[in-house]
């Protein structure tokens, strides 16, 4: 008879122990989505050749999985960058601002924004898209120092005739 009390107090403890586990999941990895897409809406077709003053149309999207709603800027940035073959990197020579735009979040929300890209000026190589979350770093913080600050970043090599 203790046998009997024994399992039935482990059955009643295993169906408690499930219920339980299904009714508070666990959080999983908190984390935004941050990504560009061409002109059809796939990560295909993005501008290489950008002829200055016409406009490309292609979309940002941005989706929040960080369990809060969360305050998201995306800056684009005309750059010029220089590929050093000794440390096998990039480095920003300039960096000129083409555009920003802000927005709330709810948890687990995504949208994918229509944009158009333009640039206005020859001689720069990249175009860079900057994700902020929450905090943006003040206009003293300038090339390098911006990207790193950044939450995200994603950039398209182009050349701007």
């Known amino acids: 008879q203790l046998l ?3 399992l039935i107090l482990v059955i009643i403890t295993a169906i408690t122990t499930t219920f339980y586990v299904i009714a508070s ?3 999983s990895e908190h984390f935004s989505e941050f990504y ?3 002109e059809k809406r796939m990560a295909d077709d993005y501008p290489d050749q950008i002829i200055t003053g016409l406009s490309y149309p ?3 999207g941005i989706g929040n999985h960080e369990y809060r709603n969360m305050n998201y800027t ?3 940035w005309a750059m010029k960058t220089e590929f050093d073959t000794a440390t096998n990197t990039s480095r920003v020579i300039t960096m000129d601002p ?3 735009l802000s927005l709330v979040l709810s948890h687990n929300e995504t949208v994918t924004i229509p944009y158009n890209l333009s640039v ?3 001689n720069y190589n990249r175009v860079g898209f900057l994700l902020f979350n929450e905090t943006i ?3 003293d913080v300038q090339n390098s120092d911006r990207i790193n600050a950044s939450y995200r970043d994603l950039y398209l090599r182009v050349t701007v005739i």
Do not use: R
């Open 120 to 122: 206005q000026t020859i």
């Open 58 to 60: 292609m979309f940002v």
């Open 137 to 139: 770093p003040g206009p």
């Open 25 to 27: 999941p666990k959080e």
């Open 36 to 38: 560009i897409l061409g």
């Open 98 to 100: 083409l555009d920003h």
């Open 4 to 6: 009997s009390v024994i």
């Open 74 to 76: 995306v800056e684009t």
